[in-house]
């Protein structure tokens, strides 16, 4: 039987492995009727804040997590509450989602973009480091694909670090969680990620209570502990009890679905022929939410559209740096980052999730190893 067409994302395959408990927990909400800041949420930041930093005081009591509504309100809700603001600078990476940057413009301040390291793709700390100036209030480096981005440098030079975490559920620096490693980080749970929600969702987390405190006031319209009392002026964005419910079933599989993707991403390095793997840094415990190969930019579309005629799908994970972006050409930043101009031509994400069977696996395979 053919394995052939291998879309790039499925979400069917997981749905009907997890069917039983997922149709349980949400009607479990539905039963409750109560749908925004309930127990589901309260439950589901307390679990991942024990999954993720268990010997945390704060996070790993869930005092650190702060469910939001979506992996931009966390950035943007993370960074205000660092404080920054109109006119201030975030130094950040151009290989990311727009998201990123969406989340910095949301709040005023501006993105200061830094290059890329060559091998791993994600932001070079160095580079960074020499993009800081007097209005800088944040660094965002994001650990992109699953890869840790190196931290070190960034931790030790006094200013706040916000991870973004969107594609590193599970991933480690030094042997350490991201997440646990800077001022704050945010986490998206959109469907696609190492942790999905059935929708969007998100979470800050943080090991300062004070951090934690303004963040889960600002996600509720800056409302303090009396009701109706407004502190601040925040905004709407709670993560809702159906999709806290539908996480907390999943995180309680997310272990075994990281160990796939790893095993997947062995099963690629070793079949893979003509072009270049994605590496895994020494610092780094990937947990591979994309796998992302390169080649010739000349042959990278020309690569993508051979395996569209055989049904496997791909993406570009980004095809256009941030600092290239149409939107933010009043930044005059587009001549910045030639590392990531060059590497944007030659990326290509194959298909990468737990379901992905090895005959699936091996077939993607020979179809890139046939591409001539």
Same mark, same amino acid.
């Given at each position: 039987?053919s394995t052939?067409?291998i ?6 395959s ?7 408990? #997922?149709? @349980?927990a ?6 409750a ?10 439950a ?6 024990a999954w993720?930093?268990?010997?945390s005081p704060?996070?790993?009591s =869930?005092?650190?997590v702060v469910?939001?509504?979506? =992996?931009t309100d966390? #950035?943007a809700?993370?960074?205000?509450a660092?404080g920054v ?12 989602a727009?998201? !990123?940057?969406a989340?910095i413009?949301?709040?005023?301040a501006i993105?200061?973009?830094? $290059?890329i390291?060559?091998e791993?793709?994600?932001? $070079?700390p160095e580079?960074a480091l020499?993009r800081?100036?007097p209005k800088?209030?944040?660094?965002v480096?994001?650990h992109?694909?699953?890869?840790a ?10 200013i706040p670090v916000?991870e973004?975490?969107a594609?590193?559920h599970?991933?480690?620096?030094e042997g ?9 980080a945010a986490f998206?749970?959109?469907?696609t ?6 929708? $969007?969702?998100?979470? @800050? ?5 004070e951090?934690a405190?303004?963040?889960?006031s ?11 009392e407004h502190?601040?002026?925040g905004v709407?964005?709670?993560l809702?009890e ?9 995180l309680?599989?997310?272990?075994v679905s990281?160990?796939?993707r ?7 390095d070793?079949?893979l022929q003509?072009?270049e793997?994605p590496?895994e840094?020494?610092y780094?415990?990937? !947990?591979w ?6 080649t010739?930019a000349t042959?990278? $579309? ?11 799908g ?6 256009i740096?941030q ?6 050409a009043?930044l005059?930043q ?7 101009d060059r590497e944007?031509?030659? #990326?290509?994400?194959l298909?990468l999730?737990?379901?992905l069977?090895d ?10 190893n046939?591409?001539?």
């Open positions: 039987m052939l067409p879309p790039f994302a499925e979400f069917k997981q749905y009907a492995t997890l069917r039983l408990e #997922i149709d @349980v949400i009607q479990s909400v539905l039963d009727g109560w749908f925004v800041l309930g127990e589901q949420g309260k589901f930041e307390q679990e991942f804040g993720l930093a268990p010997r704060v996070i790993g =869930g005092e650190g469910g939001v509504g979506s =992996g966390a #950035i809700l993370g960074l205000r660092l603001g109109v006119g201030d600078e975030v130094v950040t990476t151009p290989l990311t727009f998201p !990123t940057v989340a413009r949301q709040l005023g993105p200061v973009f830094a $290059d390291q060559p791993t793709l994600c932001l $070079d580079k020499e800081v100036g800088t209030k944040a660094l480096p994001v992109l694909y699953g890869q981005a190196d931290l070190g440098p960034l931790l030790e030079c006094g916000l973004d975490c594609q590193s599970g991933t480690r620096w350490r969680m991201t997440g646990t490693l800077g001022a704050i998206s749970f959109y469907p990620k190492n942790l999905g929600a059935y929708g $969007d969702g998100g979470a @800050v987390a943080t090991s300062d209570p951090l405190a303004r963040v889960r600002l996600r509720n319209y800056g409302e303090g502990s009396q009701r109706y502190l601040v002026e709407n964005s709670r809702d159906l999709q806290a419910a539908i996480l907390r079933v999943k309680r599989h997310l272990e990281l160990a796939r790893r095993e997947i991403a062995a099963l690629y070793t079949l003509g072009v793997r590496c840094a020494p780094s415990h990937h !947990t939410h994309l796998y992302v190969i390169r010739d042959r990278r $579309d020309a690569l993508r559209q051979h395996l569209a005629e055989r049904g496997i791909t993406q570009i994970h980004y095809p740096p600092n290239r972006q149409p939107a933010l009043h005059n587009q001549d910045t980052c030639p590392v990531a944007a031509g030659r #990326i290509l994400s298909p999730y737990p379901e069977t005959e699936q696996i091996a077939s993607i395979a020979e179809q890139v046939t591409f001539r």
